[in-house]
Nanobody, 127 residues
Framework: QVQLVESGGGLVQPGGSLRLSCVVSGFTSDYHAIGWFRQAPGEQQEGIACISSIDGSTYYTDSRKGRFTISRDTAKNTVTLQMNSLKPEGTAVYYC????????????????????WGQGTQVTVSS
């Protein structure tokens, strides 16, 4: 059973930065990627970025390119999402998820390509 625990959310002013962490346990070779998603109230899940567990390759959705960075620390079984230049519309719950072999290949992959999900961490961008 793959388990994921997010941390690092909180209140940040517009233009500020946050670093989210996702600690992963039970990750097997059948799950090849970690993705970050967000969900605001009344909205569908939206992919942010993903990183391959196989070769470390990354993918970012267009609006995040140049502002967000996803990275991994294999020794700590942790995936980090560095978020810079945050905007008020970035307010949402942010989730990390473990994807199968169809995820994070050329694009994020749909949410249903990610089988295991954390509980989320709230990010509020407000002055």
């Amino acid at each position: 059973q793959v388990q994921l625990v997010e941390s690092g959310g909180g209140l940040v002013q517009p233009g500020g930065s946050l670093r989210l962490s996702c600690v992963v346990s039970g990750f097997t070779s059948d799950y090849h990627a970690i993705g970050w998603f967000r969900q605001a109230p009344g909205e569908q899940q939206e992919g942010i970025a993903c990183i391959s567990s196989i070769d470390g390759s990354t993918y970012y959705t267009d609006s995040r390119k140049g502002r967000f960075t996803i990275s991994r620390d294999t020794a700590k079984n942790t995936v980090t999402l560095q978020m810079n230049s945050l905007k008020p519309e970035g307010t949402a719950v942010y989730y990390c998820a473990a994807g199968d072999g169809g995820a994070c290949i050329l694009n994020m992959g749909a949410p249903d390509e990610y089988e295991f999900w954390g509980q989320g961490t709230q990010v509020t961008v407000s002055s």
